[in-house]
């Protein structure tokens, strides 16, 4: 073979070689920008400044949460009571249970065992069940305990029927120095779907 045909395909390979080099290099550090870009898109939810901040006594309250919590990508905190409900304390047939005299009782704060840190959100969404078409006593707890004035606060339930309206009047004559946001009420057996979509609703 001629010595300069040798070298003219030399140079050739070396300038391919050079170009696939050149290609991994680009192509890769495109794909730790996009890395870092999806990295920041989780910082900036994790840093969103909302919160979930849940009551459930019965696990029905607690999935719905865990939609919300998802969908938003906010942060997610239980209320927990120091005197655990059992299901003699929810057996609201029975007018003597726990429950129902909590709620017959305007003076009734259930102790609360966890701290909740809550100081540096700015929209909270507050889900509980419905006990006797109103918020549980256990939720004014909460309010008497943490100042979420000047917050914005999205009331959410859990119902085998009724509305969250009683609830809503209820919290927004407890405090008014809260920006109340008008809440929903779910199903017990209500998906994912149904959910994001009221999510979207509050724009």
């Given amino acids: 073979m001629n010595k300069k045909v040798i070298i003219v395909i030399s140079i050739i390979l ?6 696939v080099i050149y290609f991994l290099l680009t192509n890769n550090s495109q794909n730790n920008n996009e890395q870092n870009s999806n990295n920041s898109i989780i910082s900036d939810d994790s840093d969103s400044k909302r919160v979930v901040v849940y009551f459930s ?3 029905n309250t607690e999935r719905v949460a865990g939609y919300i919590q998802g969908i938003t990508g906010s942060d997610i905190i239980e209320i927990i009571p120091a005197d655990e409900y059992t299901s003699a304390d929810l057996n609201y047939s029975d007018d003597d249970c726990r429950a129902n005299q909590e709620q017959n009782d305007d003076n009734a704060r259930p102790e609360i065992a966890n701290e909740i840190a809550i100081d540096s959100y700015d929209t909270i969404y507050l889900e509980f069940p419905i006990w006797w078409g109103n918020v549980p ?3 004014l707890t909460f309010l008497d305990t943490y100042d979420l004035s000047g917050k914005t606060v999205i009331p959410f339930c859990t119902s085998g029927g009724s509305g969250i309206s009683t609830s809503m009047n209820t919290l927004r004559n407890y405090n008014q120095n809260i920006n109340w946001i ?3 009420q779910f ?5 994912e779907n149904v959910v994001e979509a009221w999510i979207n609703s509050l724009n």
């Fill in 187 to 191: 199903s017990s057996g209500a998906t």
């Fill in 14 to 19: 070396v300038v391919v070689v050079a170009l």
């Fill in 57 to 59: 006594a019965t696990g």
């Fill in 137 to 139: 006593k256990i939720i």
């Fill in 182 to 184: 008008d809440g929903k």
